[in-house]
């Protein structure tokens, strides 16, 4: 016969007092015992990171500093992608006053490719601040670093803060949501706000008041490589015997062992939330999915689906006298997506555009930037180039022309924003990996002629490109 013993976990917590008993707390003795396994486990499993060697560093700005450069790089970038660019950032400017004397140019260029480029603009801006008003130390607490630095919120202020501050607060990130949600059952969406606030409440209840820096990074470590989305490794989890998800699928197991005259002694939690109406626990509309198992957990609001846009890119290239190539560049608006980033020249292709438009290379061109090529010389079309933003789903049609140096008209062009590069200064200039694409397509048409292209195939290759699909 299974025995059953009800969790009521919260009942007599601590730091809790005033709350509901409630599945979705820890105990104080849950929460001594995953302190204490977690920072283990940490100490002797954490991966060999660069940004971990300077944590050692006596000087407390250079650490918060080291913290604060990796985990904006690491905000929607993974860990493999971010390693080389840390370094490269790191070694150019070694600390936060090197930073602050850097140009947003130089910043743009060492940030291109890593995508979200506003990441890489605050920082400058942040260590420029530090510098300017707080004579070079950094705000020394979470909330102050939340208050005062551009581009640093609650989880990154946290991240510093706890790292390295030693302050025994909290944070929440993808990771952490992924195991609090495991080990606390909370099914609700993880974006409602109910759900946002327990996360909070708990990851400063939990977090070890000693070693906060260890703690923190042991989640963070817990959920990229043990407690992971797909397949996360249960059996060798240091946190299993506090995780209610991995009961949850114990007990199941063991009640479908039963319907099968398998018996079973030992002591199988009843996991219950007596919460009336909580809105922590699975809806009622959704039930567990007993092949899914501890993946139930976190429920996930539906992803807005990402908005359809189009744009011309036209490809110049210029033969100078000398025989060298280069290609013509324009510099995007400061503000908005893919700020003061390079690119070559773009016209977006509005809602209301059909097969009419001209999108020739003269119009896109004249539009975006007043270059001026001879209107005989006609263009080749390059082919589409794909290319996902976080909300944008993103085709750029690419069309390429070659041309003398005595062709072509950059007399009515502002240079400042315009420039002619080589093929070299291309790959090291704060371009758009969406841009690299273009280039890659453009380089990838091989043996084909730029500019001899059969003029009627290559309209009709354009005009398809309008046609509603
Ligand atoms: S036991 Fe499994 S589900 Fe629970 S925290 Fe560990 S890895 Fe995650």
Known sequence: MVKRKRIESGAGDDSCAGTKPSI????????????????????????????????????????????????????????????????????????????????????????????????????????????????????????????????????????????AYSQATGIVDGNVIRVLCRMRLIGASSTSQAVQNKLWSLANDVVDQDHPGDFNQGMMELGATVCTPKSPSCASCPAQSLCLAKAQVERNKSKNGNKLGIKDSIAIPDIECVVEKCDLCLPENETWDEREGVQNYPRKAGKKAARVERTSVCVVCRRKRDGERQYYLVQRAQKGLLAGLWEFPSLKVEEEEDENSDHSIHKVLQSSCGLRVPAAIQSTHVGSVEHIFSHIHQTYVVQAVEVSEEEVDDSRVHTESCRWVTKEEFSSAAVSTAMKKVFKAYENLGKKKISTMDPGKNQKSITSFFKKK
């Open 24 to 163: 979705h707390n820890f105990s104080l003795e849950e929460k001594c015992e995953f302190r204490e396994k977690l920072i283990t486990w940490f100490r002797e499993n954490q991966r060999d990171l660069p940004w971990r060697k300077h944590l050692s560093n006596p000087d407390v700005d250079q650490r918060a500093y080291a913290v604060w450069v990796s985990e904006i790089m690491l905000q929607q970038t993974q860990v493999a992608t971010v390693v080389e660019y840390y370094k490269r950032w790191m070694k150019k400017w070694p600390t936060l006053q090197d930073l602050a004397k850097a140009s947003l140019e130089e910043v743009n260029e060492m940030w291109a490719g890593l995508g979200y480029y506003s990441r890489g603009r605050r920082l400058l801006e942040g260590a420029q601040k530090v510098v300017q008003e707080f004579g070079g130390k950094m705000p020394r607490t979470a909330e102050a670093l939340l208050k005062h630095l551009p581009g640093v919120g609650r989880y990154t202020a946290g991240a510093i803060a706890s790292i």
